[in-house]
């Protein structure tokens, strides 16, 4: 049996049993005294926890979930974020996990959200349950050297002001509108903290303090800002690296006078490490095109809860036309059907189910990533289970490539 934690002695059991999978040290009493604030509203609890219960009445498995809102395809759209999944060791390759997910997804489907997202400890075992990559979180990294032809003339100021705060939320908000899984930002996101900064030291920075600068163009318009930590190097605490947070423009040109701005703190610096769109490459820019290191550090999986609901909040070309796609999916088979969707002006004017022929067919994993922009049609082709019947020439104009926004 699945079903949502709401009493004391469960939610503490399944923050037991979480640690206990993951291999986490755990501190009853803290872990207690947290819960005790949440449900007395003293602190927030935004997350919600479900365990899974054998014959016997004892929980062998929880799922940690919270709700998120992400912009797809210019919609702020709500989005269930599956936190953690954890079984207990001994109680695995019994199919928990399997049970627990549908659950969990059903009740997403139901609350409207428009996908499930996780972090996975494996792509192949969350494929199973119709997960898919939509997002890698890519670092660049180059010497500061690499800078040297950039110059910056704008004026950039550091964010000392609580009432600055809006600049950056309204310069965030607009960055994010065409970028899909870009996250909306919550209240709780713009706390202004003083001391210089603009986010609070924590375990994700090593406790760093994270400074973040405007920059205004010479008719006092805010075009961006950006946010960095500096990290200690090997040369002893005056030289080191600069890790690039946050970077948020809203041209390349603004862009280009940041990495200027970046290299006028050249004295402190030997490096600088970037979190970028996917899409930016910084060996395209900089003079020593082999010396740019990019590596993964994580990745994003998706799901879709309701093909329709997808459709329906997909862009499409501004002209009219229709299309039709038989989606399958093994795990949540009531998405398995055939689609006809008739759009104009860039929005999907109807959609129905049906059982003639369709344009093309494919898997629901697949369906996410052509519906979030992950890869295009011709992309799509490569991967089992796709095919393409009829009306290719609109299809390769609705299933393109679309920036992903990291985080």
């Known amino acids: 049996m699945v079903r949502k934690l709401e009493k004391m002695d469960e939610l503490l059991e399944s923050g037991r049993i979480v640690a206990t999978a993951f291999l986490h040290d755990w501190n009853e009493k803290e872990a207690k005294e947290k819960l ?5 509203g003293e602190m927030p609890r935004v997350e919600e926890a479900w365990g899974l219960f054998n014959e016997a009445g004892k929980m062998t498995g929880s799922i940690i979930t919270m709700p998120k809102k992400h912009i797809f ?50 792509f192949a075992f969350y494929r199973r349950y119709g997960f898919d990559l939509a997002q890698r979180n ?17 004026n950039v100021r550091m964010l000392e002001l609580e009432d600055e705060v809006a600049i950056i939320r309204k310069l965030y908000d607009a960055f994010i509108q065409d970028k899909n ?15 210089g900064e603009y986010g609070k030291p924590d375990w994700r920075n090593g406790n760093k303090h994270q400074y973040t600068y405007i920059f205004r163009d010479e008719c006092s318009n805010d075009r961006g800002y950006m946010k960095f930590i500096f990290r200690t190097g090997e040369k002893g605490p005056f030289i080191g690296e600069m890790d690039v947070q946050e970077i948020i423009y809203d041209n390349p040109k603004v862009f280009c006078q940041m990495l200027g701005f970046i290299y006028g703190m050249r004295a402190k610096l030997s490096h600088v490490n970037f979190d970028l769109l996917e899409e930016i490459d910084l060996a395209l820019l900089l003079p020593e095109c082999d010396d740019v290191e990019r590596r993964l550090e994580g990745h994003f999986m998706a799901r879709v809860l309701d093909v329709e609901k997808i459709l329906s909040l997909m862009q499409y070309p501004v002209c009219e036309g229709k299309f039709s796609i038989r989606v399958i999916d093994d795990y949540l088979t009531e998405n398995t059907g055939s689609y006809y969707v008739k759009f104009a002006n860039g929005k999907a004017v109807s959609i129905e189910r049906g059982d003639s022929e369709t344009d093309m067919t494919v898997t629901v994993d ?24 009829a009306n290719r020439d609109i299809l390769e104009r609705i299933f393109i490539r679309r920036a992903i926004c990291i985080g």
């Not at 005790?36 to 007395?40: D, N």
């Not at 695995?92 to 997804?105: A, F, Q, S």
């Not at 011709?378 to 393409?388: C, E, I, P, Q």
Request: proline residues 2%.
């Open 366 to 389: 697949t369906f996410m990533q052509l519906a979030i922009g992950r890869c295009d049609l011709y992309a799509a082709l490569f991967r089992k289970g796709t095919s393409v019947a």
């Open 138 to 154: 890519m670092k660049q990294r180059a010497a500061i050297e690499q800078l040297r032809n950039f110059r910056c003339d704008m």
């Open 181 to 195: 899984l870009a996250v909306v930002k919550n209240e709780d996101d713009w706390i202004y903290r003083g001391n």
């Open 73 to 122: 395809n210019g919609h702020a759209v709500s989005v269930g974020d599956i936190h953690m999944v954890a079984s207990l060791p001994e109680e695995r390759g019994n199919g928990n996990v399997t049970v627990m997910l549908r659950e969990v997804l059903l009740d997403f489907k139901k609350k409207g959200y428009a996908y499930a997202t996780l972090i996975p400890f494996s």
């Open 36 to 40: 005790e604030s949440q449900l007395k």
